[in-house]
């Protein structure tokens, strides 16, 4: 089974952007769809954006469509989240999950990252 691990968390100014990276180990990676979801303080976690095993298809959160944008590397068997024009609302702790199906129905998630704290200051 594939394991997670995400990276590039940080503080940044609203308006800012941060690159997240999500590597993940193992030889099946390009047999996962991944997706990235985040949870705030507080609050249950939330889908942001999902790709599929090629990286031909991707599908966001209304909340983040034209600012974030998802993709992946399969030969680097890493996917990332480019994330612009942040605001403070977009201050979470932002996981990756893998999933066997695109859909990323609860029981087809894999695995989960461990999480990256991103904090964006007004």
């Known amino acids: 089974q594939v394991q997670l691990v995400e990276s590039g968390g940080g503080l940044v100014q609203a308006g800012g952007s941060l690159r997240l990276s999500c590597a993940a180990s193992?030889?099946?990676?390009?047999?996962?769809?991944m997706g990235w979801f985040r949870q705030a303080l507080g609050k249950e976690r939330e889908f942001v954006a999902r790709?599929?095993?090629?990286?031909?298809?991707?599908y966001y959160a209304d909340s983040v469509k034209g600012r974030f944008t998802i993709s992946r590397d399969n030969a680097k068997n890493t996917v990332y989240l480019q994330m612009n024009s942040l605001t403070p609302e977009d201050t979470a702790v932002y996981y990756c999950?893998?999933?066997?199906?695109?859909?990323?129905?609860?029981?087809?998630?894999?695995?989960w990252g461990q999480g990256t704290q991103v904090t964006v200051s007004s």
């Open positions: 999950a893998a999933s066997r199906s695109y859909s990323f129905s609860p029981g087809e998630i894999a695995t």
């Open positions: 193992g030889r099946t990676f390009s047999s996962y769809a």
């Open positions: 790709i599929n095993y090629t990286g031909a298809r991707t």
